[in-house]
């Protein structure tokens, strides 16, 4: 499975960004995005799984992001609104096999689209 990030950039605080996933190769069971800020672990954003489109968000995003995802362009999009500073962190786009939405084990990653929110 081949993962392509894409749709980072710089927005002011309370502005909004949309990322996109396009996979290829397998059939996955779920998508997800993590995102890791300087000098932290990376961290759960939200997962959406692919055939009926569950969706699991963190709590510091609940709200403010939505997962989906567009089955005839095999892409998963987040859309991030009310943007904050700490919001600013590398995103990455994972795809895992296993469908239950609770597990977050992934085992394709693609490359890490930067978000940055200035203040």
């Known amino acids: 499975v081949q993962l392509q990030a894409s749709g980072g950039g710089q927005v002011q605080a309370g502005g909004s960004l949309r990322l996109s996933c396009v996979g290829s190769?397998?059939?996955?069971?779920?998508f997800a995005w993590f995102r890791q800020a300087p000098e932290k672990e990376r961290e759960f954003v939200a997962a959406?799984?692919?055939?009926?489109?569950?969706?699991r968000y963190a709590d510091s995003v609940n709200d403010r992001f939505t997962i989906s995802r567009d089955k005839t362009k095999n892409t998963v999009h987040l859309q991030m609104n009310s943007l904050k500073p700490e919001d600013t962190a590398v995103y990455y786009c994972?795809?895992?096999?296993?469908?239950?939405?609770?597990?977050?084990?992934?085992?394709?990653w693609g490359q890490g689209t930067l978000v940055t929110v200035s203040s």
């Open positions: 959406i799984t692919w055939n009926q489109g569950f969706t």
């Open positions: 994972a795809a895992s096999t296993i469908t239950h939405i609770i597990y977050n084990t992934y085992q394709y």
């Open positions: 190769g397998r059939t996955v069971g779920k």
